[in-house]
């Protein structure tokens, strides 16, 4: 029987894998493997026993995945136990040699500092991973404590390989090497490893040991990079379609059912429950899934279902935003008017800062005045204090009459009723002056909108200074000076009666003239233009019909030429056929002799008619084309000059 084909050998990796716990282990009694013990071990015939499945014949599986050199049952694959596994790597450094023997070591390897670099790497990696070394020993190296690191690194890089305590050294360490494809493993020589830390060895060693270091990151990385090609059935995520999540539990099945084959059970439940939930989500042809493109169509999934809605919601609602994007104007124009609209705003903001300033300097002054009528008033009700004092002095000084303090008592009496009076009509006075104040200030207000009203509509109107003749010395700008005492002072500028309000109705009258006029204008613009059109027009059919004119002439003139090229054709062939027969007549006469010497002359006289009859046609021809080029060219020229009178009339029109 031949070995069974390894579908899977090339697209899988070389490094083993996990199997789930949920394996049964093995039992005492199991069956030897169908394909007989690997080559990769000495062949041993299988002793006696009660299993009445025996092997067939020995294992070609060239598979690494399946090949170890210390299971004791050969065939059986558990990828996930705590015993230790077997080497992918032949022990023996069975390495057909390559190109790679003949490679040189470009690395710094005597470079101080690569050598401190390195170390620090070996360093860092080994107390990471668990491995106790100090710098003091990796600077100054044993034998011991070398092959310690170098087993610690080949061991993590290759749990199954075959290290033996036992052995000599230098006897592992070569095909060790080897074994794990170190490319510069023909330069190492084993009588270093007696002493590594000698100087003309340990750079070497050193770069053995750091490129293991290197190695085992890398395997790291891959481990937990979670790829697909580690085809971990843990890492499986519920929706796959990647060939190489679909190989991993092909070959899990495979492994969980040969197991349990071995195991005397011929019902695979665990294996084939175990694929069915794996492949639960799906439809597919055939079982157990040998290949994974046997799956036909995917049932219907929730999560896409619901990623499908999102997405078409959005993609309305970008629709939506879309068609109102294209609905509404252009942000460029609007902004483009906004802009026009606060020019004009700050134009007229310009102008009413203008005022403001102006009205600020005249209340500034204002209050200038006030203060000085304010210090010259303190100073008049100091002197009245001061005179006060005087008069009570003189009347301490007096010697005055009971009679006459009684009196003076009653007058004082009635002047503070009287006093009291007048205070009270002045609080009712000043209450009235309160009033009008705020009713004066309120119309005070009210002015200054007419004003800035009218002082806005002068500016739309462009009715600043100066102003269109005849009204160039008017000047229509009012100004209000709300702290004037003269009430004539209030409104500065022209008299509204007498010079604003009639220039205001001529500058209205004229522009209504103006504005008839120009309609007037625009009539007898518009009725030139009708009538310069009508004249276009009427050009423009005398053009079409000159054109078809030219057109006409054109026709005749190449009917002429066709005519003379056809008599001219005629008159060749002619004069060809008169030229075969006058050499014909020339054969004959030779022939005949004399006698047709008059039948010849004849001849030659009928061919320079002939010939004479073919020039005249074509001066004739030529005079007749040249007299139509000369036709067309002058009709032309005529046109050209209509067109361009036509041309001067509009621009001058």
Known sequence: MPPPSDIYGAGRSGIPQPVPSTIKKPAANMRMSLAGPALRAPYQTPGPS???????????????????????????????????????????????????????????LRDRQYQTKMRQEI???????????????????????????????????????????????????????????????????????????????????????????????LREDYLNSGHPTLQNTVDIPEEFEDPFDHRALAFDYFDQAYTVWLDLVDDFVEPNQYLEDRYSTRVYLGFPPLVPHVFLVDRKNES????????????????AELHKLQSSAAPVS????????????????????????????????????????????TAHLEQLRQEHAKLLEVVKEQNLTPEEVIRMNTDHETLSRNLED??????????????LEVAVTNRAEAAEEAL????????????????????????????????????????????????????????????RSERASLESERIKVDNELDQLTLECENVEEEIGEIERKVFALGEQAEDLRDAAQREANVANAEAT??????????TAALANGMGV?????????????????????????????????????????????????????????
């Open 597 to 653: 010497k008059s039948r010849l002359q004849a001849l030659q006289f009928d061919y320079n008619e002939k010939m004479e009859k073919i020039s005249r046609l074509k001066e004739e021809t030529v005079r007749a084309i040249i007299k139509n080029s000369h036709d067309i060219a002058m009709f032309k020229e005529e046109i050209s000059r209509h067109l361009r009178e036509l041309r001067e009339f509009a621009e001058g029109g």
């Open 50 to 108: 009660h299993n009445p499945r025996q092997s067939m014949m020995r294992s070609q599986n060239a598979n690494s995945l399946l090949q170890s050199t210390t299971k004791p049952n050969y065939g059986r694959t558990p990828l996930n136990s705590s015993t230790r596994h077997g080497s992918n790597w032949a022990a023996g450094g069975n390495v057909a040699p390559s190109g790679s023997q003949t490679l040189k070591d470009t690395r710094p």
């Open 452 to 511: 800035d009203a009218y002082t806005n509509l002068l500016s739309s109107l462009e009715l600043f200074p100066p102003l269109p003749a005849p009204f160039q010395d008017v000047d229509l700008t009012l100004e209000l000076n709300t702290a004037a005492s003269n009430p004539q002072s209030l409104l500065l500028g022209s008299d509204i009666r007498k010079i604003i309000k009639p220039t205001l109705s001529g500058i209205a009258e004229t522009k």
């Open 304 to 319: 896409v279902q619901t990623d499908l809605e999102a997405l078409t919601k959005k993609l309305d609602q970008a629709k």
């Open 422 to 435: 007048l205070k009270q009509k002045i609080a009712e006075t000043h209450k009235i002056v309160m009033t």
């Open 334 to 377: 609007k902004l483009q008017n906004e802009n026009d609209l606060l020019k004009a705003d700050s134009e007229k903001f310009q102008k009413i800062l203008q005022q403001y300033e102006g009205r600020k300097k005249k209340l500034i002054d204002t209050i200038a005045y006030e203060k000085a009528e304010l210090g010259t008033g």
């Open 123 to 217: 360093l860092s990696y080994l107390q990471g991973a668990g491995f106790e070394i100090s710098m003091a020993s990796l600077a100054n190296i044993t034998g011991k404590d070398f092959r310690a690191i170098f087993d610690f690194l080949v061991l993590t890089l290759d749990p199954s390989h075959p290290l033996g305590q036992s052995a000599r050294f230098e006897d592992e360490f070569v095909p060790a090497l080897k074994a794990l494809r170190y490319p510069f493993a023909h330069q190492i020589d084993n009588k270093w490893l007696a002493a590594p830390a000698s100087m003309h060895s340990w750079p070497s060693l050193l770069g053995v040991l750091h490129w293991l270091v290197e190695m085992c990151k």
């Open 577 to 586: 056929r008169l030229e075969r027969e006058l050499a014909h007549a020339r």
